[in-house]
């Protein structure tokens, strides 16, 4: 049957193959991507950064081990960190300034979303809410830097996630989702699925929403 998380990723394989097709995606390694949309997605990013470092911390609180805790205590604190300073140094080259920026609607209910996983269901649901973040920004960076851009900067965003120690990072996590996938219920494993699956949705919207520089209708 394969490791709990080999099964939670056959359920998103196509969600995965439609991420890599978006422009946005296609538009970092062939240079086509409009500078407009990139810093649109880093200002979210970064507002969406920073709810995540919130989801993390909550998801730690609710950790069945010491070391699950120190994980993603560690998580929300560090790794989150030096994403958000990648964003800044890139948003400052590309001369804009995030201040004063509200989320989008997918920024607000993506962030949504996690935070009522995390606090309203089991850890094991929570872990699967956050895990498409993790997992499917590492695996877009190996896909990516096999391709290259030939624009720096989308070079070092591709660069970021594509690298190892990004790659432990998620690592660490899928070694706690294998290890709570062999121990749940029929029905939390079901939910965990559930869980990844939307989360995993989110991610292709999110590329979207930048990608189209969504603002609220009204």
Known sequence: MGAPSDRLWQRIEG???AILAHPFLTGLTDG????AAFTEYLVQDGLYLRSYAATLAALA???PTTADTDLFAA???NA???ERALHADLLGELGADAAGAAPSPTCTAYTSYLAAAVHRGSFAEGLAAVLPCYWIYAR???HLQAAGSPDPRYQRWIDSYGAEEFQSVV???LAVTDRLGDEVAPAEAAAMTDRFVTASRYEWMFWDAAFRRETWPV
């Open 75 to 77: 998580h929300a604190v």
């Open 80 to 82: 989150v960190a030096v």
């Open 15 to 17: 969600i995965y193959d």
């Open 140 to 142: 877009v960076g190996r």
């Open 171 to 173: 690592d660490a996590v």
């Open 32 to 35: 086509t991507l409009p500078q």
């Open 61 to 63: 609180a609710r950790a």
